[in-house]
T-cell receptor, first 117, second 111 residues
């Protein structure tokens, strides 16, 4: 079946502009995660949605970052007034319903490479 | 908070066995996972350990010792295609369903 998809695959923007990154999770998956990965680094947790519960926003680095998930499916990560330090690959992942599959098995999309000039 | 430590890079030859260690600190440990990421690719799930012991999946095995806050990923019969970054990640029941990832170990397999 189709995996997690993200768009755009690459985004180049100018400092100070807003950007929106989109994630389409695997159909039927109830949890959705956003991570950020700088070159040669690990994955930095940003935000997590589980079903209809309030999202866990504890990883968002500043109030310039926000995310929403519409209809329990598609998610958009928005970065306002982008800064050069926001340049990174933004990864989205989804996970099956609790009790299905391995507990920590997340399915990742290919990522969006964001470059802020 | 949580922290994980793993070596930044490991080199091995084709056909050999390599072990990538991970030590962690977290208050409400729930489980340890391993993910593989090829250059420019998406991370893919390899294994999950919640209980002490060894879990084997083909050429890859993962081990956990909760008392030592330690785990490792063992790769046998190394192949060139195993060259990738390997991340350990912990889940913490105080942190809901999110994963905290280590910085990754870059494995280079030489002929």
């Amino acid at each position: 079946g189709a995996g997690v998809s993200q768009s755009p695959s690459n985004k180049v923007t100018e400092k100070g502009k807003d950007v929106e990154l989109r994630c389409d999770p695997i159909s039927g998956h109830t949890a959705l995660y956003w991570y950020r990965q700088s070159l040669g680094q690990g994955l930095e947790f940003l935000i997590y949605f589980q079903g209809n519960s309030a999202p866990d926003k504890s990883g968002l680095p500043s109030d310039r970052f926000s995310a929403e998930r519409t209809g329990g499916s598609v998610s958009t990560l928005t970065i306002q007034r982008t800064q050069q330090e926001d340049s990174a690959v933004y990864l989205c992942a989804s996970k099956r319903r609790p009790g299905q599959g391995a507990y920590n098995e997340q399915f990742f999309g290919p990522g969006t490479r964001l470059t802020v000039l | 908070g949580q922290s994980l430590e793993q070596p930044s890079e490991v080199t091995a030859v084709e056909g050999a066995i390599v072990q990538i260690n991970c030590t962690y600190q977290t208050s409400g440990f729930y489980g340890l996972s391993w993910y593989q990421q090829h250059d420019g690719g998406a991370p893919t799930f390899l294994s999950y350990n919640a209980l002490d012991g060894l879990e084997e999946t083909g050429r890859f095995s993962s081990f956990l010792s909760r008392s030592d806050s330690y785990g490792y990923l063992l790769l046998q019969e190394l192949q060139m295609k195993d060259s990738a970054s390997y991340f350990c990640a912990v889940s913490d029941y105080n942190q809901g369903g999110k994963l905290i990832f280590g910085q990754g170990t870059e494995l280079s397999v030489k002929p």
